[in-house]
T-cell receptor, first 114, second 115 residues
Framework: NAGVTQTPKFQVLKTGQSMTLQCAQD?????MSWYRQDPGMGLRLIHY???????DQGEVPNGYNVSRSTTEDFPLRLLSAAPSQTSVYFC?????????????FGPGTRLTVL | AQSVAQPEDQVNVAEGNPLTVKCTYS??????LFWYVQYPNRGLQFLLK??????LVKGSYGFEAEFNKSQTSFHLKKPSALVSDSALYFC?????????????FGPGTRLSVLP
């Protein structure tokens, strides 16, 4: 199993540009989520999905869109990049059958917005 | 609302000494508690979790954590630290009585084990 994969590893954008961060998992997990990690703030939830076709907002959803057309893929779209979106982005997945399951994390995407 | 506090930004310990990384939480229902470790330029890795049962939970790489309901704490411990334990550690909580609640992570504690 490859686990949770993310592409790209690094990205530099100019203000106003759009892009999509890719996330895929091969563990047949129903629950997937996107976090951003900023120094001293831990991980903050952006969006999450409990299954294909179902998405919902997390703590900091503004400026981001998601979709979940398949169980495997959960892309995160930045609509119009802003310097405040400079961060490290992590995708995670877990079994959703019970609430006590831990999450598996991807290696992250380091995004810089100039 | 759920919250997690990790009162120490940084913990320094000598190799071979015991280590403790502190975590306190707030949740309205039953707490489901997790510890993750992050090595440089890597994603988070699961260490251990408390769901129910014995208050002392054992996890990966010799780590353990003690759940204390009265103090709302879930401190991470290891009897003898290794230099390779140096990393960023995150505590997380989920409300076990509310399936709709997501994970909430603490700000992280950087552990440095000195040779």
């Amino acid at each position: 199993n490859a686990g949770v994969t993310q592409t790209p590893k690094f990205q530099v954008l100019k203000t106003g540009q759009s892009m999509t961060l890719q996330c895929a998992q091969d563990m047949n997990h129903e629950y997937m989520s996107w976090y951003r990690q900023d120094p001293g703030m831990g991980l903050r939830l952006i969006h999450y999905s409990v299954g294909a076709g179902i998405t919902d907002q997390g703590e900091v959803p503004n400026g981001y869109n998601v979709s979940r057309s398949t169980t495997e893929d959960f892309p995160l779209r930045l609509l119009s990049a802003a310097p405040s979106q400079t961060s490290v982005y992590f995708c995670a997945s877990s079994y959703s059958g019970t609430i006590n399951n831990e999450q598996f994390f991807g290696p992250g995407t380091r995004l810089t917005v100039l | 609302a759920q919250s997690v506090a990790q009162p120490e930004d940084q913990v320094n310990v000598a190799e071979g000494n015991p280590l403790t990384v502190k975590c306190t939480y707030s949740v309205s229902g039953n707490p489901y508690l997790f510890w993750y470790v992050q090595y440089p330029n890597r994603g988070l890795q699961f260490l251990l979790k408390y769901i129910t049962g014995d208050n002392l939970v054992k996890g990966s790489y010799g780590f353990e954590a003690e759940f204390n309901k009265s103090q709302t704490s879930f401190h991470l411990k290891k009897p003898s630290a290794l230099v390779s334990d140096s990393a960023l550690y995150f505590c997380a909580v989920r409300d076990g009585d509310n399936y709709g609640q997501n994970f909430v992570f603490g700000p992280g504690t950087r552990l440095s084990v000195l040779p």
